[in-house]
């Protein structure tokens, strides 16, 4: 049987990609004429980028296409390129990210996506180059702290690749699944699925040069963690905590989820948040609502730094709702109680540098 391209290019035709609805000649994915040597068959293919979802299909179907509407006999070779430069390496990824800060808290509602915010901003009114990502995939708060609710990232081409924008506010450079879902409906994903969105906005994200990436984790431990700690190698992690008992057995974990031998990722300090409350009416006045220095006691059993103790004001939460985050307001005795805690982990970073290897990326299956 003499074969020629045109054999070849007729039964590639018929095979329909996912990705346009159009068959393979229509999409312009045949990057060349096929090449033919007597019955050996060789076929280059253009997907868009080497995560398409479609490839595996595409080729197979060509290849069945060939057998069936050419000859079973034909060998067929299917080479695939991208029109996006492929994905760097893991350990390649953010290589202008000085520091990578994980902030994280043992259980829900102690506030910590309040630190996170709230030290990011304080980070950029010290004059350094802050991004924040929100790596809570499943209830996202950053748009909705940075007023940013409303806007959506556009992308652009570098080096090859689309790579999304983040948004900058106060300062701060930031990207969260928030811009991308309905705020008004529950995100139903698989952690597979969550961990890969999570994945995009690390990898495929212009984070560009940075002092520090904060990180605001959810809260627990979950496949989200594992998913950055395999993907990132996380300078050191910041621990939120309120003085309650319970509150604290689970710092406990957090700690533990960081410093296991799997991990070690160093614990740069806690931050004793909802710490007290002093009213405005008398500001001399403190009252510890939630139990007194629980989060210091539990720095100095573990020992690491007691990084601030943040002290409970109704602005502080009101602001947040607003998307004026309190650290805006220097002059504020929260907003100092921001700046000091955004001097303390520059310190103790610093500090983790001078005496510690980098960490590395987990490189564990799971």
Not at 67 to 88: G, L, W
Not at 267 to 287: D, H, Q, R, S, W
Not at 317 to 340: H, M, N, R
Request: glycine share 6%; hydrophobic share 40%.
């Amino acid at each position: 049987m003499q074969l020629y391209p045109k054999l070849i290019t007729d039964a590639l035709a018929t095979v329909i990609y996912a990705g346009t609805k159009k068959n393979i000649i229509e999409s312009n994915m045949l990057a060349d004429q096929p090449k033919i040597d007597g019955m050996k068959v060789e076929v280059t293919l253009i997907f868009p980028k080497e995560t398409d979802p479609f490839m595996a299909s595409t080729v197979k179907a060509a290849e069945a296409a060939i057998h069936y509407h050419v000859s079973k006999d034909v060998e067929v070779t299917i080479k695939k390129e991208f029109k996006q430069a492929p994905r760097p390496e893991d350990d390649k990824l953010l290589p202008e990210v000085r520091n990578i800060i994980a902030v994280s808290s043992g259980k829900g509602g102690v506030g910590k996506s309040t630190v996170s915010a709230n030290l990011a901003i304080s980070l950029a009114r010290l004059g350094y180059k802050v991004g924040l990502l929100d790596t809570d995939i499943f209830g996202p708060s950053m748009p909705k702290m940075f007023q940013v609710e409303d806007v959506r990232p556009y992308a652009i081409e570098k080096d090859g690749r689309q790579l999304i924008v983040p948004v900058e506010q106060y300062g701060v450079k930031l990207l969260s699944i928030g811009f991308f879902v309905n705020p008004q409906t529950a995100t139903l994903w698989r952690g597979g699925m969550a961990c890969s969105a999570l994945k995009q906005l690390i990898a495929d994200a212009d984070w560009g040069e940075l002092d520090y990436l904060i990180l605001d984790t959810p809260p627990g431990t979950s496949d989200i963690h594992l998913s950055l700690l395999q993907t990132l190698a996380i300078t050191g992690a910041v621990i939120v905590s309120t003085p309650q008992q319970v509150a604290l057995a689970d710092a406990r974990k957090g700690i533990d989820m960081y410093t296991n031998d799997k991990v070690n990722v160093p614990i740069l300090g806690l931050v004793e948040n909802m710490a007290y409350f002093t009213p405005a009416e008398l500001p001399e006045n403190k009252y510890y609502i939630f139990g007194k220095e629980g989060c210091k006691n539990l720095a100095q059993e573990m020992n690491v730094p007691l990084l601030a103790q943040i002290p409970i004001v109704q602005s502080i939460c009101e602001d947040g709702d607003k998307g004026t985050p309190a650290a805006l307001d220097v002059a504020s005795p929260v907003g100092q109680a921001f700046i000091a805690l955004a001097q303390s982990v520059v310190t103790v970073t610093n500090r983790r540098n001078a005496e510690h290897q980098k960490t590395e990326r987990v490189k564990v299956k799971g």
